[in-house]
């Protein structure tokens, strides 16, 4: 699997190309760029400058606390609900016709895999053993510039194919009656218990990887199927990113998508996405 530059002309064709395993990485943005910059001075205005070394300013606790706040901030609010609307509308995902989860702010800080807590943010994964639809399709934004052992791995030859994996431990009920903060998916510190946690149960040290660098503002769209990785963040700098999911209802109903290989997680995320908006 290569990483696409190449962006189909409509939203179907795009969604199709996912189903069938495509990444797309959309450079040169403006839409992106835009929201980048909008996030990144809200970021940095709670945090200071830069925000890529608060987690060395800040104690422990505050970084925490900033961080969460920041993350029901975008997650939550309408504002941002519009703004996310605002982007799929214009690669040609309408509003009208597509559920979604909405903007969640991920931060991996530096060494952050040393705390215990923390460990499912490194989990290998397919974002769809989180009870999600089979044909969710996840948007990953640049919220600065990131080299390729930043980010996160793709595996792209289990695209098809079952991997050792306890999904079942996942019931999306369970997991959003214990706490709304869980779903915003800021950890606290009892939450990293792997049995909450879907997880990667093989060694993914022999798979074929897709790296991938990007810079601000840039835009990747994959499917909620692949399997990835976040890597551990040896760089000195706290990484940050926003990412949101979305839902075709029609392609849902209808079971177009992609086919189930391992999936085993219960419940259905898709009830509490933002569905369309009542048209008055
Ligand atoms: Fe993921």
Known sequence: MM???ILPETGEEIRRAVYNGAVFKITDSVIGQDLAAEIGEIVTSELGEPIREAQFRLTEEQFFQQIGKLRKKFYSESYFHDKLRQVINHYGFSDREHAFDPMRLR????EGYKNPSAAPVYYGHRDTWYGNPQNQITWWLALHDVEEQDTFVFYPDYF????????????????????????????????????LYPQLRENPES???????????DILVFA?????????????????????RTVHLEDHEKGIGIHNVDNRSTGSALKGHIWPQEIS
């Open 3 to 5: 990483i696409s530059h």
């Open 107 to 110: 931060v991996v800080a530096h």
């Open 160 to 195: 098809h194919q079952a991997v050792a994996n306890d999904s079942e431990c996942f019931d999306y009920d369970s997991w959003t009656s214990k706490s709304k903060d869980l779903k915003i998916g800021w950890q606290n510190s009892n939450s990293g218990r792997e049995a």
């Open 207 to 217: 798979f074929d990887n897709v790296y991938f660098s990007a810079k601000k503002g």
């Open 224 to 244: 909620g199927q692949h399997l990835h990785q976040t890597l551990k963040n040896n760089t000195g700098l706290t990484r940050f990113s926003i990412d949101f």
